[in-house]
């Protein structure tokens, strides 16, 4: 998992809103990152939808980590995906690429 999390701050922490540039989170200590949170699970269900559509990618994704996250409301919404400040969501087809790299051992330190 460690390879997985420093590929993330590589490629998206890098370029994330909330990051300093450096591949460091900014994010106050009273809010936390889905991302960093629910690694393992995000992992899982990227390699559990690998090959299929990046729909059924996302579909899993509001399953099984949306659904159980505080933020997501009874009837599916969620205040932070609608106003573009959950970098899960955000950074969601980012994120689906780095798992793949580290999967298939691809990945390079290209900025
Ligand atoms: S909010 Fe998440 S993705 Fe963005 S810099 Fe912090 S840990 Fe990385
Ligand atoms: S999109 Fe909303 S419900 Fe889903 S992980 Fe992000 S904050 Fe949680």
């Given at each position: ?12 922490c890098r370029k994330c ?16 990152c889905a991302l960093k ?17 990046y729909e059924d990618s ?54």
């Open positions: 998992m460690e390879q997985y999390w420093s590929l993330i701050q590589e490629k998206v809103i909330d990051g300093d540039g450096r591949g460091n989170c900014r994010l106050p200590s009273t809010l936390t949170e629910s690694l393992p699970e995000i992992v899982r269900i990227a390699r559990e939808t690998q090959g299929g559509s996302v579909n899993a994704l509001r399953a099984g980590i949306c659904s159980r996250c505080v933020h997501q409301l009874d009837d599916g919404s969620c205040i932070l995906r609608s106003t573009l400040e959950c970098a899960l969501d955000r950074y969601y087809p980012l994120v689906l690429d780095v798992i793949d790299e580290v999967h298939l051992g691809t990945f390079t330190n290209a900025q």
